[in-house]
């Protein structure tokens, strides 16, 4: 009775749930990505991504006026305004506790009055609003620091995307590194398909002497590590006149994906119907011809396949980059050494490495949801094999 039509067994359940979980687990950190790519510095220093819709208890260093804003009301210099616009905040946030110095943050209540010295007075009240009296003229060229304990809102910007993509600042700006990128990986996707489409053609349907040794070398490559010919052809790159540049670094991952792209081919194109071929032989058709209008199209699905994962390697990759492009400018920096930059020079802001992270993330993740059908058709190439 357990396996009657319609009724679904425990295995298939368990498939899905587990399926379920995997997909939830990649989909978390993306999520927690772009969540913090939207938020100010203070509420990721204080909270996780999973509250950025509640409110928070933050701890913010205000200040008031300068005193250039002063004026005189019956004998008695006056500053007032509030706190929060007056640095900048479009939110309102209900103040808890307060306090004029770091060592006691919590003395007053909204409401209360603090002495500031030489005689002057400071109101704080709930929604920030404030108003500094002082029987003589206030001096200096800053407002008056507070700190405030206050239940801040949820509160998303845009300011971290227009800082990384908009700025024309060298060290924050993402927007030259995204080009770069670009520059870099639809080449390096384009060319080893085309050459790797060739010889896959060759290896699986032409006969020629050395085929199988050939095929041998093809497979032994796959496991050579790409670090131990970097610096061989480097040198070589220098001593040919390449040098470092787009040419170069298009030339090493042509070079290193090759050996995947003719492997996974290969394995396609050699379980495609053997009588199509055939056929087009006996009309006469040269092999380029076959080449062309019948194996290209039927190939799409590997064709597809291998592009997405050179366009992921490429496009994630930093140690080619770093070896056989960057260069002392900055001018062909691409976004993962982008990233490694902001990590030295902004360490801190957090929501600034936050946004650039997700940007940098963000075409390959379209590019692989609207192309996964043909990564699982390219991924089973050759394990069903046709008539």
């Known amino acids: 009775m357990s396996n009657i039509v319609g009724k679904k067994s425990g295995l298939v359940w368990a498939v899905h749930i587990s399926v ?5 687990l990649w989909l978390m950190p993306t999520i927690g990505l772009f969540v913090s790519s939207f938020r100010t510095a203070d509420q990721i220093a204080t909270s996780g991504w999973w509250n950025s819709l509640f409110a928070q208890e933050q701890n913010l260093i205000l200040r008031t006026a300068a005193p250039s804003t002063q004026r005189e009301e019956g004998g008695v210099f006056v500053i007032d305004g509030n706190i929060f616009s007056q640095n900048g905040s479009s939110v309102t946030a209900a103040i808890s506790a307060w306090g004029t110095s770091s060592r006691a943050i ?23 609003d404030y108003r500094i009296e ?9 407002g008056e620091r507070l700190f405030i304990t206050a239940e801040v809102p949820p509160e998303f910007t845009l300011q971290n995307y227009d800082t990384v993509l908009l700025s024309g600042s060298s060290t924050d700006s993402m927007a030259r590194a995204f080009f770069n990128t670009l520059t870099v990986t639809i080449p390096a996707t384009i060319i080893p398909i085309v050459i790797a489409a060739f010889a896959a053609y060759a290896l699986a349907w032409m006969q020629f002497p050395g085929r199988a ?6 497979v032994a490559l796959l496991v050579v590590p790409l670090q131990l010919a970097l610096i061989p052809l480097l040198r070589l790159h220098l001593e040919i006149g390449i040098g470092k540049g787009y040419l170069g670094v298009w030339l090493a991952h042509t070079g290193f994906g090759l050996p995947l792209a003719i492997y996974l081919l290969r394995n396609y194109m050699v ?6 071929i055939e056929c087009a032989k006996v009309d006469g058709a040269t092999d380029f011809q076959i080449f062309t209008r019948i194996i290209l199209p039927l190939s799409f699905p590997a064709l597809a396949s291998f592009a997405i994962f050179q366009f992921l390697w490429t496009w994630n ?15 062909t920096t691409v976004m993962t050494n982008q990233i490694v930059e902001l990590l030295g020079t902004r360490g801190g802001n957090w929501e600034i490495l936050a946004t650039a992270a997700f940007v940098s ?7 692989f949801l609207f192309m996964q059908r043909y990564l699982v058709r390219g991924l089973l190439a050759g394990s069903v094999k046709g008539g």
């Open 213 to 218: 040794l050939l095929i041998a070398a093809v």
């Open 106 to 128: 919590s003395d007053f209540q909204p409401g209360d009055t603090a002495p500031l010295g030489d005689g002057a007075e400071v109101t704080l009240q709930e929604n920030g």
């Open 361 to 367: 993330i963000a075409l390959p993740l379209l590019v």
């Open 317 to 331: 990759d930093l140690l080619v980059a770093k070896v056989f492009l960057i260069d002392a400018t900055g001018e």
């Open 20 to 24: 379920f979980v995997l997909v939830a």
């Open 271 to 276: 379980g495609l119907p053997r009588d199509i």
């Open 134 to 142: 002082s029987p003589t003229e206030i001096t200096g060229s800053r």
